[in-house]
């Protein structure tokens, strides 16, 4: 996460401006505080109106505040925001911008700003591959380099120009998890392949009906979340919910019931380091499902339930030696008593137990109560929080022992 964190942007005029406007909204997710200082021209390719939107923040162009034309004296200080930034990152920054940045020319405010700045500066070129490949320009990003700015090398592909080689501004949720690395270099998730379950699951009674249960998925998808914002891949695998991923890195599989996720889970559990199980699964199923939707036809109704694979246990028996397991327990009575059984049962690493017992525990809240139980009867009880709060908790937790 970037949380605190300051980040300018630097816009230069070149076709991937347009890109800067995902990499603001992207950092702008991960936390950060993010100011955005634009060279004249760069706006013939994106509207400071798009940035300060996105960025919440009012975008610098000139070196008079357009609101005062300079009437009241008012400049556009180079130097605060210079201050300001903990990282100034230029995104796309132009052949142009580079020379200047190399000889020190101080035509425009961005360039002012970046004389001033004390913090470190990275650039992401962006420009047609003969422009990259030039002498001139490649002297120039040896000699940035030198200066000790960090260069994200472009890409390949097809240009603006309609012709393929190197010189594709670099992503912008490349570039910002790089940043995010760069500022959070501890993670021990980074690249790891983390597995999660979530949501309920449904077992069809007929075509219009279904056994359930009322987790929302929250859990799933705040956790899904917090493991890409500390860059892992991640596999949410979901049962039916209303919530929406927003993390471009997570990768969703929506199932419905228990056999779907047990088939889906068998299929992806063993690529993975760490698996988090908070899925609500439905423990039995009706034994057939009617084709057609039953009729109200007799006073009683009897349905034939049939257990459902355990598909945490499952894991549990099949994993690695160098996989992690957490489960989830949901108990109304003796919770830490069952909660401890499944933790064995199921040869966990780590379980978090939750009850019904307590207000605003559970299912649907945004928050949750939750004890974290660990083999030879290792217990850490949190207060009631947020389960953004408590699931990136658990997350330190898997961190520490992995
Ligand atoms: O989605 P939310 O609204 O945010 O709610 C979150 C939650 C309450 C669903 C979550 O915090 C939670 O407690 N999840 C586990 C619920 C549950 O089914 O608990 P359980 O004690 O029945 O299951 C124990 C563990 O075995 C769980 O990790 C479960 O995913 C797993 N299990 C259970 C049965 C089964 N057939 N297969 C399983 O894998």
Known sequence: MLTG??????????IAAYKSAFLVRELIRLGADVRVVMTPASREFITPLTLST?????????????????????????????????????????????S???????????????????????????????MYKHPSTQENLTKLTAQTIRVIDPTSGELASGLDGKGRMQEP??????????????????????????????????????????????????????????GAEVLLITGPTQQRVKNPRVKVIAVTSADEMMKTVEQN???????????????????????????KTDDRLTLNLVKNPDILKWAGLNKKKDQYLVGFALETENELE??????????????????????????GHDTNKVTFIKPNNKTATFELNEKTVLMNRLLDEIEHDL
């Open 269 to 295: 559990w063993f690529d993975c380091t760490v698996g988090i199980y908070s899925a609500a699964v439905a423990d039995y199923k009706p034994e057939f499902a009617a084709g057609e939707k039953i009729k």
């Open 5 to 14: 964190k300051k980040i300018l942007v630097g816009v230069t005029g070149s």
């Open 173 to 230: 949720e490349e570039i910002a998890d790089q940043i995010d690395a760069w500022f959070n270099p501890a993670s021990k998730l980074r690249g790891k392949k983390i597995l999660i379950t979530g949501g309920p699951t449904y077992e069809a009674i007929d075509p219009v009906r279904f056994i359930g249960n009322h987790s929302s998925g929250k859990t799933g998808v705040i956790l899904a979340d917090a493991c890409a914002n500390r």
């Open 100 to 130: 200047k940045m190399v000889t020190g020319q101080c035509d425009n405010l961005l360039m002012a700003t970046y004389l001033s700045a004390k913090c470190p500066v990275w650039i992401a070129p962006a420009m047609d591959l003969d």
């Open 338 to 363: 069952n909660g401890t059984k499944k933790l064995v049962a199921k040869k966990l690493d780590l379980l978090v137990l939750n009850s019904l017992k307590d207000a605003g525990a559970g299912f």
């Open 54 to 98: 996105l960025s919440k923040n009012p975008v610098a162009v000139d070196f008079v505040k357009p609101e005062t034309n300079g009437q009241a004296g008012e400049w556009e200080s180079h130097v605060e925001l210079g201050l300001w930034a903990d990282l100034f990152i230029i995104a796309p920054v132009s052949a142009n911008t580079l």
